[in-house]
């Protein structure tokens, strides 16, 4: 873990500055137009999801940069996982602060707790197609593409990556 950020789970008073962060790191990035289409106006019900998933945050100096989701199989979150799998969604870093080792601490602190957890042996995840930075961080902490478990937004034409890292 990088010495200056921390990873803790996500507790009520971060649900607005996660909300911001998926928002603008979303935006930033140029997936969605605006914050008023379905997807982000979901992504942004921080406590709603936290009903159903582990979200964990990164902090520095008091402030949250940064945060993911977390889910295994069966789980509301899970969109990939297989039942030997631990899923992570919705990783994002604050725009200002991106490229600072936020996303690094985190994947390396989802992989140090996938290993902790009984009957997983890998780590998966999805990404957009176009979403190169998060290409290359995945490939850095030794994901793999798996394309045969690729897939498609329903009723969309947008592609979705994957990526494993057997553990």
């Known amino acids: ?11 009520p008073a971060d649900y607005d500055a996660v909300a911001r962060i ?11 137009e605006d914050a008023d289409h379905p997807y982000m106006q979901q992504i942004q019900q921080v406590a709603r999801r936290h009903e159903n998933a582990t979200i964990w945050v990164a902090e520095r100096a008091g402030q949250v940069v940064g945060s993911v ?3 295994v199989a069966g789980e509301p979150y899970a969109d990939i996982a297989r039942p030997d799998e631990l899923e992570f969604r919705m ?6 602060v991106q490229r600072s080792g936020a996303g690094k601490a985190m994947v390396h602190a989802i992989i140090e707790h996938a290993r ?15 979403w190169e930075s998060a290409h290359g961080l995945y490939r850095k902490t030794g994901f793999q593409r798996v394309p045969e478990r690729d897939w498609f937004v329903p009723d969309t034409d947008i592609k979705l990556l994957v990526y494993r890292l057997e553990l």
């Open 1 to 11: 873990m990088h010495s200056q950020i921390l990873i803790r789970p996500a507790v």
């Open 22 to 32: 998926t928002r603008d790191a979303y935006l930033a990035a140029g997936h969605f």
């Open 69 to 71: 989701t977390l889910a």
């Open 91 to 96: 990783l994002v870093v604050d725009p200002a």
């Open 116 to 130: 902790s957890l009984p009957g997983i042996t890998g780590v998966a995840l999805t990404t957009g197609m176009t």
